[in-house]
């Protein structure tokens, strides 16, 4: 019985910790730097590990470890598994981070405007450069709530094909490292204000 609470609690350790751990940055309308987009889309993992703290803990020192001190009733085999498994469950939920930014396309444009186009410029550097290299990425294109589900959801896939065309022709960015996706309205980064343009936004998210 007290097992079976173990794993219910471990559970939910594991949803809120792929919660918790969900790195983004976000810029905004501010245009990042190449090295700023390097560290933005760096899995959190990965920046442990070069700044040297094996159990995750970050500069900031901020710990990515769990308490463990309730497991203490358990049988120590059982300690052991748990311990393995919450273990596994903070490498899968560090493998990933994000960047928001505003992306500037013409009204009701999927067409990348030139300041859309300069403000990619850091993200196809930071893509191409040695530091990113072992990731994959997947653009997903936001809109804020103004007309219907469909008609953003098109509207925001458009917009994410345009800018990992960009990506792709401009940088020499493989393919198949980028896929698309178009959100829409769906998931509002602003929901108490959903015309908001900070709502119009592109977010890109690296995986390992």
Do not use: W
Request: with cysteine.
């Amino acid at each position: 019985m007290k097992t079976q609470y173990l794993l219910f609690c471990l559970l939910g350790i594991m949803a809120l910790t792929k919660i918790a751990y969900a790195d983004e940055t976000y810029f905004g309308k501010t245009k990042p730097s190449t090295n700023q987009v390097i560290e933005a889309l760096s899995p959190a993992a990965k920046r442990a590990d070069d700044a040297g703290f094996e159990d995750g803990t970050n500069q900031n020192g901020k710990s990515r470890s769990i308490d463990m001190s309730s497991l203490e009733g358990a049988p120590r085999t059982d300690k052991k598994k748990i311990k393995k498994i919450i273990h596994k469950a903070l490498q899968t939920a560090n493998t990933e981070a994000a960047m928001s930014m505003e992306i500037f396309f013409g009204y009701n444009s999927a067409e990348l405007t030139d300041i859309a186009k300069d403000y990619l410029k850091p993200v196809g550097e930071a893509m191409a450069s040695e530091k990113l290299q072992g990731l994959d990425f997947v653009v997903e294109g936001h809109t804020d709530a103004v007309g219907g589900y469909a008609y953003n959801k098109n509207l925001s896939e458009e917009r994410a094909k345009s800018v990992k065309r960009f990506l792709v022709d401009v940088f020499h960015i493989e393919p198949y490292r980028i896929q698309i996706i178009g959100k829409g309205k769906s998931e509002l980064l602003d929901p108490k204000n959903p015309q908001s343009e900070v709502n119009r936004r592109v977010r890109i998210v690296a995986t390992k």
